[in-house]
């Protein structure tokens, strides 16, 4: 990989400044946990030679566990940067970026498990011949799953609907689990928070004690309002426990 010249410039320029400069490489991968998602939270477009921004995320309900920053369009120096969390906990990392043009920093681990993020603030100087540059906030979440409802059912074919009872979810995935009987799930339809509905074309067959695939839901995240379903009971079945995951 080609690293320019440019970054050891910058450190000349900040001599003035204390701290470490660490620099961010052209498509440098995330190196905070391996499992997960990166999403971009928040963009600016920078243009001062030395000056101060803010990135407000704008989701109160995100947890992540780390940040990374890219830069677009022009080289600069992010002299500091400060998380401000969901509570009004501030995080400032010890380290000083120096971005080439088009690069991103290193995963910035935050402290704790998963943080709720309110906004980042950040102080920068551009590089000698620098310009407009484009600064992306990525976040990294961690998937997690958690029972969102439950029913027992015991009719050879009948119908029926979990109610997630929490408006505020945020779900990127479904899945099923049947306890205690095997049975056919024929159809399902998703009710979100908005009133859109998604039917997956899909028939779940359940053994006794299983799980169904992951049922990706459309759109990024969504809210969800219930989940209706239609079934029948396979040969000798009995009472069924239906259980609604979601991942978040």
Same mark, same amino acid.
């Given at each position: 990989? =080609?690293?320019? *010249?440019?970054?050891?410039?910058?450190?000349?320029?900040?001599?003035?400044?204390?701290?470490?400069?660490?620099?961010?490489?052209?498509?440098?991968?995330?190196?905070?946990?391996?499992?997960?998602?990166?999403?971009?939270?928040?963009?600016?477009?920078?243009?001062?030679?030395?000056?101060?921004?803010?990135?407000?995320?704008?989701?109160? &309900?995100?947890?992540?566990?780390?940040?990374?920053?890219?830069?677009?369009?022009?080289?600069?120096?992010?002299?500091?940067?400060?998380?401000?969390?969901?509570?009004?906990?501030? $995080?400032?990392?010890?380290?000083?970026?120096? $971005? &080439?043009?088009?690069?991103? %920093?290193?995963?910035?681990? *935050?402290?704790?498990?998963?943080?709720?993020?309110?906004?980042?603030?950040?102080?920068?100087?551009?590089?000698?011949?620098?310009?407009?540059?484009?600064?992306?906030?990525?976040?990294?979440?961690?998937?997690?799953?958690?029972?969102?409802?439950?029913?027992?059912? &015991?009719?050879?074919?009948?119908? &029926?609907?979990?109610?997630?009872?929490?408006?505020?979810?945020?779900?990127?995935?479904?899945?099923?689990?049947?306890?205690?009987?095997?049975?056919?799930?024929?159809?399902?339809?998703?009710?979100?928070?908005?009133?859109?509905?998604?039917?997956?074309?899909?028939?779940?067959?359940?053994?006794?004690?299983?799980?169904?695939?992951?049922?990706?839901?459309?759109?990024?995240?969504?809210?969800?309002?219930?989940?209706? $379903? =239609?079934?029948?009971?396979?040969?000798?079945?009995?009472?069924?426990?239906?259980?609604?995951?979601?991942? %978040?």
């Amino acid at each position: 990989m =080609r690293i320019s *010249l440019v970054p050891v410039l910058a450190l000349a320029l900040v001599a003035g400044f204390t701290g470490t400069a660490t620099l961010a490489h052209a498509d440098a991968p995330p190196t905070a946990a391996s499992q997960g998602r990166w999403e971009q939270l928040g963009e600016r477009t920078v243009d001062a030679k030395v000056d101060h921004d803010t990135i407000a995320v704008g989701r109160e &309900d995100g947890v992540f566990d780390a940040i990374q920053i890219k830069v677009e369009g022009s080289a600069l120096v992010m002299l500091d940067i400060k998380v401000v969390f969901g509570n009004g906990e501030t $995080f400032e990392p010890k380290t000083r970026l120096v $971005f &080439d043009k088009n690069s991103a %920093s290193r995963a910035i681990d *935050l402290p704790g498990n998963k943080r709720t993020i309110k906004r980042v603030e950040f102080r920068y100087v551009d590089l000698p011949g620098g310009g407009r540059a484009r600064v992306s906030l990525m976040g990294h979440e961690i998937p997690s799953w958690e029972q969102l409802g439950e029913r027992t059912v &015991d009719a050879k074919v009948d119908r &029926d609907a979990i109610t997630v009872g929490r408006g505020d979810g945020l779900f990127t995935a479904l899945q099923i689990k049947v306890e205690g009987s095997a049975m056919v799930m024929l159809d399902i339809k998703v009710v979100f928070g908005n009133g859109e509905t998604f039917e997956p074309k899909t028939r779940l067959v359940f053994d006794k004690n299983s799980a169904s695939r992951v049922i990706d839901l459309p759109g990024n995240k969504r809210t969800i309002k219930r989940v209706e $379903f =239609r079934y029948v009971d396979l040969p000798g079945g009995g009472k069924a426990h239906v259980v609604l995951m979601g991942r %978040s």
